[in-house]
């Protein structure tokens, strides 16, 4: 049985980091590509970004990529797949999900939502 379990959420001031993991079961870790999404209060899901398994395949959502306040990356030692979040905004308050799907055509599947495989999200709340 395949499971994704986010973990890391929690409430953080405006300004302050997150690191969150999402730790992979069940599956061929090294086969699967690992993506981010996230859903704000009242708001669609939307992709924060994912990480294929190769070197150099890490993709953001473009508003993110331009900023440089998070970072993807993955362990494959350890099945993990990790979102640093930096300069945290009110407004990336949400619940953060991963998903998982096999690398070939993964990126094409990360902007259709066409993940396989889903966790149950970690929830993230910047407040002052």
């Known amino acids: 049985q395949v499971q994704l379990v986010e973990s890391g959420g929690g409430l953080v001031q405006p300004g302050e980091s997150l690191r969150l993991s999402c730790t992979a079961s069940?599956?061929?870790?090294?086969?699967?590509?690992i993506a981010w999404y996230r859903r704000a209060p009242g708001k669609e899901r939307e992709g924060v970004g994912c990480?294929?398994?190769?070197?150099?395949?890490?993709?953001?959502a473009r508003s993110l990529e331009l900023e440089g306040r998070f970072t993807i990356s993955r362990d494959n030692a350890k099945n993990t797949v990790y979102l640093q979040m930096n300069s945290l905004k009110p407004e990336e308050t949400g619940v953060y999900y991963c998903?998982?799907?096999?690398?070939?055509?993964?990126?094409?599947?990360?902007?259709?939502?066409?993940?396989?495989?889903w966790g149950k999200g970690t929830r993230v709340n910047v407040s002052s």
């Open positions: 069940g599956l061929s870790f090294g086969d699967y590509a």
């Open positions: 990480v294929g398994n190769a070197p150099h395949s890490t993709y953001y």
């Open positions: 998903g998982a799907v096999e690398h070939l055509g993964f990126l094409a599947k990360y902007y259709n939502f066409n993940m396989e495989y």
